[in-house]
Nanobody, 123 residues
Framework: QVQLVESGGGLVQAGGSLRLSCAAS????????MAWFRQAPGKEREFVAG????????NYEDSVKGRFTISRDNAKNTVYLQMNTLKPEDTAVYYC????????????????WGQGTQVTVSS
C-alpha cells in the first residue's frame, strides 16, 4: 500500500515556474514506478511524465518535453515535477500516481493516486 500526497500547486503567470512534490508513505516507495497526470475541466485525465523506480528511465508527454522535468528521491519517498515556461493550457489538477511494473501512459494501469493539486496559469 502506498499513500500519496501532492503539494506545490498554485497560481502563476504564463512563462513562470512551479515545482510539484508528491510525498509517499510506506517503506516500499523505491519499488514503484511513479507518474504525474493532469486533468483539465471537461477533459480526460492525461499522462504528463513518468519515472522508473531507479530514476534511470523517464518519459514525457510531447507538449511538456523540454519544459517539465520529473525526478525522485527514494531516500525521502518523494517524487517531483519541475514545471518551467508554463502556459495557460497547462492549467489543470495535477495528480501523482504509482504502480508496480514499468511506466505506462494509461491512467487505469496505476493503482495508487493522490488527491491532486491545482495548477492555474494565467495569460
Amino acid at each position: 500500500q502506498v499513500q500519496l500526497v501532492e503539494s506545490g500547486g498554485g497560481l502563476v503567470q504564463a512563462g513562470g515556474s512551479l515545482r510539484l512534490s508528491c510525498a509517499a508513505s510506506g517503506r516500499t516507495f523505491s519499488m514503484y514506478t511513479m507518474a504525474w497526470f493532469r486533468q483539465a475541466p471537461g477533459k480526460e485525465r492525461e499522462f504528463v511524465a513518468g519515472i522508473s523506480w531507479s530514476g534511470a528511465s523517464r518519459n514525457y508527454e510531447d507538449s511538456v518535453k523540454g519544459r517539465f522535468t520529473i525526478s525522485r528521491d527514494n531516500a525521502k519517498n518523494t517524487v517531483y515535477l519541475q514545471m518551467n515556461t508554463l502556459k495557460p493550457e497547462d492549467t489543470a489538477v495535477y495528480y501523482c500516481a504509482a504502480r508496480t511494473g514499468s511506466s505506462t501512459t494509461s491512467y487505469f494501469t496505476y493503482s495508487y493516486w493522490g488527491q491532486g493539486t491545482q495548477v492555474t496559469v494565467s495569460s
